[in-house]
Each structure stands twice: as structure tokens, then as C-alpha cells.
């Protein structure tokens, strides 16, 4: 192609030093203006009237050519011209191809960076509204747990509700069952009575070392051996015996302790103030000595509080006297008796009253301390048979004290 301009313009060169008198290649550089040319023939060459009828016919040698001769050849002369010059000037496929390439990539980069500059726009709304709405999140964590709670809590609560009428039978139950577990503490008391007939009882331990043990137990049990000379006293589990001295009684509250020369018997643990005077209603076992695993339990509900004891509809016979009544969590609220009446009402067999727990404290225990004699009045000690002498009450402070 650039062969065939090269020729183009030589040919046209040729052509311009043949007309124009050797002008060269700045001929065709310089062709004149058809108009130009046209005045310079009519000056030099007037048309006459003869030359009106031939106009078309071809010039005479050595005349100038017509005007539209020289128009035609100016024209080609010019097309060439243009023709190679912009041969010329025009790049190669390669190049072409380049270019083109660039292009495809500039419009895919240019692509890109709008899609990337949309999507980093929209990844960052999402991001700045998600940080807006965790902002908070603590917050309301802490309100959905407290949510939960209430929820739960109000969910036991109506569970509660539901199964409290035979809450105190599934502790009953329950409690029947662990009576293995009071044994060690309740032990079996045997005395004589006012007549001189063989009885017992139940006694259990509340304070206790590695050499003694004060027991607790009912006072009409030990009533004949408060008198001197009076009955022997001695505490029994299976087939161990031990000997046990009178320490302390208060015959209005049915309470005396026992001292045995016998240590490490487990203690039972008081029920606390509140939980007595709260008692109305709930469910207390009396724990005697008696029975196969060491101790037997007899259910039953507290239907009266004051504040001389409670009432209780524990069945008791007489191996029930002096135990311990305990409570569902195995706390100590009383003490079983079939002759305590402080309201001077016979007893029917079928409801019992109780000395609390804490009228033993007050009247012969310093709980957690020693023991005492009362102080407001001397104890009603009945003579024995054919002695009017009262037995020593003993005071002092406890064994290991």
C-alpha cells in the first residue's frame, strides 16, 4: 500500500512536470485554481465567435487547455494527492490491533472501577446499618435475659401453684424414705416409770464431742428418774448400750437433756426463728428410734402456731416421745410429746401440741453454748415413791464447752 502511494504521487508529479513546465512535486502542491487558470486563457487566448461553435470539440496542438479540461485534471491531480497523503498517514494492522486492545481494557477497567465504586458504596450502607442496629446490642441482651428470668421465674411459679396440693404428700413421701438418714442422731431411751414399769422413748443429740453427748427428749419419759432415788437411765441403738445421767429438765415445757459418756454422735440442726413462726401449714415428721433402718418417720402438717408450740397431726405412739420434729429440709422445729397440753386441753389421740425448738434454747440449752438451769422459777420435780427428796439439777456448761 504505501509501494501504491508512492506511485500515485510520483504519477502525479510526472503529470504536473509535463503541463506545467517541470514544476516538480511542488506543483502538485501548488495546482492553480481552475478560475485562475480559466482568465489567464481568456486574456491571452480570446474566444471568438468561431470557438463558441467548436467549444467541445478537442483544442488545437499547442493551445491551452479549456476550463474544463483543466478542472478534470485538476480534480484527479488533487484526489491522488489526497489519496497517498492519507495512505500515508495510516497505521498498520498491528498497531491497529493495539490500539484496540487498549481500548477494550480501558472500557473494562473503566467498567470495573464503576461496578467496584457501586458495590464498596452499598457494601458500606449495609455495614453502617448493621453497626447501628448492634450498637445497642448489649442492651437489649441484657433486657431479653431479664425477659427470660421473669418468664421462668413466673413459669415455676405457676408450676408451683399447681402441684402445692400434693407438694406436702411428695414430701411426706420423700421423707418416709430418708428416715436412714436421722438414724445415727436418735437413739432409743429405756427407764422406768412412776409405777416402776419398764419405758421408752426417743432421745437425739444436739451437742456433741469426742468424749460426751447431750441428747434432748421428753420429760414425762425421765419423770420418775428426777427424784432421788430414782431409776436408772440409759440410751440404746442396736445393740450398743450406754448409761445416761439426767443434766437439765423444765417439766412446764416436757424438756430434759440427757449427758452420756458417749462423743461424735451426729447433731441435729435447729430450724431457725423465722422458719418457726412461719411453720403454719407445712409438713414436720416425727423421727423415732424405732424401726428397720435404725429410725421411723410419721408424717403429718402443722395446723396451729403460737407462742407456747405448735400443733401437729403426727400420729405418735410411745416410742415417739422426746423425738425431734423436723421439717421438710430436715431442721429441727419441736419436740414430739403426748403429755404436753399448755392449753390444758386433753389430747384426743389424733392432734399432739409440740414445745418449739426454741423453748428448748430458752429454757434448757444456750444453743450453740452450754446448758442452763431456768432462772425464772425452780423446776416442779415430783417425789418419787417413799421419797420426798428432789434429784440435784445439774448446771453448768455443756460437755466440750
Same mark, same amino acid.
Request: glycine share 8%; hydrophobic share 40%; charged share 25%.
Given at each position: 500500500?504505501?509501494?501504491?502511494?508512492?506511485?500515485?504521487?510520483?504519477?502525479?508529479?510526472?503529470?504536473?512536470?509535463?503541463?506545467?513546465?517541470?514544476? #516538480?512535486?511542488?506543483?502538485?502542491?501548488?495546482?492553480? $485554481?481552475?478560475?485562475?487558470?480559466?482568465?489567464?486563457?481568456?486574456?491571452?487566448?480570446?474566444?471568438?465567435?468561431?470557438?463558441?461553435?467548436?467549444?467541445?470539440?478537442?483544442?488545437?496542438?499547442?493551445?491551452?487547455?479549456?476550463?474544463?479540461?483543466?478542472?478534470?485534471?485538476?480534480?484527479?491531480?488533487?484526489?491522488?494527492?489526497?489519496?497517498?497523503?492519507?495512505? =500515508?498517514?495510516?497505521?498498520?494492522?498491528? /498497531?491497529?490491533?493495539?490500539?484496540?486492545?487498549?481500548?477494550?481494557?480501558?472500557?473494562?477497567?473503566?467498567?470495573?472501577?464503576?461496578?467496584?465504586?457501586?458495590?464498596?458504596?452499598?457494601?458500606?450502607?449495609?455495614?453502617?446499618?448493621?453497626?447501628?442496629?448492634?450498637?445497642?446490642?448489649?442492651?437489649?441482651?441484657?433486657?431479653?435475659?431479664?425477659?427470660?428470668?421473669?418468664?421462668?421465674?413466673?413459669?415455676?411459679?405457676?408450676?408451683?401453684?399447681?402441684?402445692?396440693?400434693?407438694?406436702?404428700?411428695?414430701?411426706?413421701?420423700?421423707?418416709?424414705?430418708?428416715?436412714?438418714?436421722?438414724?445415727?442422731?436418735?437413739? !432409743?431411751? !429405756?427407764?422406768?416409770?412412776?409405777? #416402776?414399769?419398764?419405758?421408752?422413748?426417743?432421745?437425739?443429740?444436739?451437742?456433741?464431742?469426742?468424749?460426751?453427748?447431750?441428747?434432748?427428749?421428753?420429760?414425762?419419759?425421765?419423770?420418775?428418774?428426777?427424784? =432421788?432415788?430414782?431409776?436408772?437411765?440409759?440410751?440404746?441403738?442396736?445393740?450398743?448400750?450406754?448409761?445416761?445421767?439426767?443434766?437439765?429438765?423444765?417439766?412446764?415445757?416436757?424438756?430434759?437433756?440427757?449427758?452420756?459418756?458417749?462423743?461424735?454422735?451426729?447433731?441435729?440442726?435447729?430450724?431457725?426463728?423465722?422458719?418457726?413462726?412461719?411453720?403454719? #401449714? !407445712?409438713?414436720?415428721?416425727?423421727?423415732?428410734?424405732?424401726?428397720?433402718?435404725?429410725?421411723?418417720?410419721?408424717?403429718?402438717?402443722?395446723?396451729?402456731?403460737?407462742?407456747?408450740?405448735?400443733?401437729? /397431726?403426727?400420729?405418735?405412739?410411745? $416410742?415417739?416421745?422426746?423425738?425431734?420434729?423436723?421439717?421438710?429440709?430436715?431442721?429441727?422445729?419441736?419436740?414430739?410429746?403426748?403429755?404436753?397440753?399448755?392449753?390444758?386441753?386433753?389430747?384426743?389421740?389424733?392432734?399432739?401440741?409440740?414445745?418449739?425448738? !426454741?423453748?428448748?434454747?430458752? $429454757?434448757?440449752?444456750?444453743?450453740?453454748?452450754?446448758?442452763?438451769?431456768?432462772?425464772?422459777?425452780?423446776?416442779?420435780?415430783?417425789?418419787?415413791?417413799?421419797?420426798?427428796?428432789?434429784?440435784?439439777?445439774?448446771?453448768?456448761?455443756?460437755?466440750?464447752?
Amino acid at each position: 500500500r504505501r509501494d501504491a502511494a508512492d506511485a500515485l504521487a510520483a504519477a502525479a508529479s510526472d503529470f504536473a512536470d509535463a503541463e506545467y513546465g517541470g514544476a #516538480g512535486t511542488e506543483a502538485v502542491d501548488e495546482v492553480p $485554481d481552475p478560475d485562475d487558470v480559466d482568465d489567464a486563457t481568456a486574456a491571452t487566448d480570446p474566444v471568438g465567435p468561431e470557438d463558441l461553435d467548436g467549444a467541445d470539440a478537442a483544442p488545437a496542438p499547442g493551445r491551452l487547455k479549456t476550463r474544463s479540461a483543466l478542472r478534470k485534471e485538476w480534480a484527479t491531480t488533487e484526489r491522488a494527492r489526497r489519496y497517498a497523503a492519507r495512505r =500515508s498517514v495510516r497505521f498498520p494492522i498491528f /498497531t491497529r490491533s493495539i490500539l484496540l486492545w487498549v481500548m477494550l481494557f480501558s472500557l473494562f477497567g473503566v467498567a470495573f472501577g464503576v461496578s467496584g465504586a457501586f458495590w464498596w458504596a452499598h457494601f458500606n450502607t449495609q455495614v453502617n446499618e448493621l453497626r447501628d442496629e448492634t450498637r445497642d446490642f448489649e442492651q437489649r441482651a441484657q433486657n431479653a435475659l431479664s425477659s427470660i428470668d421473669a418468664q421462668r421465674n413466673e413459669a415455676l411459679r405457676q408450676i408451683q401453684e399447681s402441684v402445692k396440693p400434693v407438694a406436702n404428700v411428695l414430701n411426706q413421701a420423700n421423707m418416709v424414705k430418708l428416715a436412714d438418714r436421722f438414724a445415727p442422731s436418735v437413739w !432409743t431411751v !429405756t427407764t422406768k416409770d412412776g409405777a #416402776g414399769q419398764p419405758t421408752l422413748g426417743t432421745a437425739f443429740a444436739v451437742i456433741s464431742n469426742d468424749d460426751e453427748t447431750v441428747m434432748l427428749t421428753s420429760y414425762s419419759l425421765v419423770q420418775a428418774a428426777a427424784v =432421788s432415788p430414782g431409776p436408772g437411765i440409759s440410751i440404746r441403738k442396736q445393740s450398743e448400750e450406754v448409761v445416761a445421767e439426767l443434766w437439765a429438765v423444765d417439766p412446764a415445757n416436757d424438756l430434759a437433756l440427757l449427758k452420756v459418756n458417749r462423743g461424735n454422735i451426729p447433731v441435729l440442726e435447729w430450724a431457725p426463728d423465722d422458719q418457726q413462726a412461719t411453720a403454719l #401449714g !407445712t409438713s414436720v415428721f416425727a423421727v423415732s428410734s424405732q424401726g428397720g433402718p435404725g429410725a421411723a418417720v410419721s408424717p403429718g402438717m402443722v395446723i396451729d402456731v403460737s407462742a407456747v408450740g405448735l400443733r401437729h /397431726t403426727a400420729k405418735l405412739d410411745l $416410742d415417739f416421745r422426746g423425738a425431734p420434729l423436723i421439717t421438710s429440709e430436715g431442721k429441727v422445729i419441736g419436740l414430739a410429746s403426748l403429755d404436753y397440753r399448755p392449753t390444758l386441753m386433753p389430747s384426743t389421740g389424733e392432734m399432739y401440741y409440740a414445745p418449739l425448738a !426454741t423453748s428448748a434454747c430458752l $429454757d434448757v440449752l444456750q444453743c450453740g453454748g452450754g446448758v442452763k438451769e431456768r432462772k425464772d422459777k425452780e423446776p416442779d420435780l415430783p417425789p418419787a415413791q417413799g421419797d420426798d427428796t428432789p434429784v440435784e439439777t445439774v448446771t453448768g456448761n455443756a460437755p466440750g464447752d
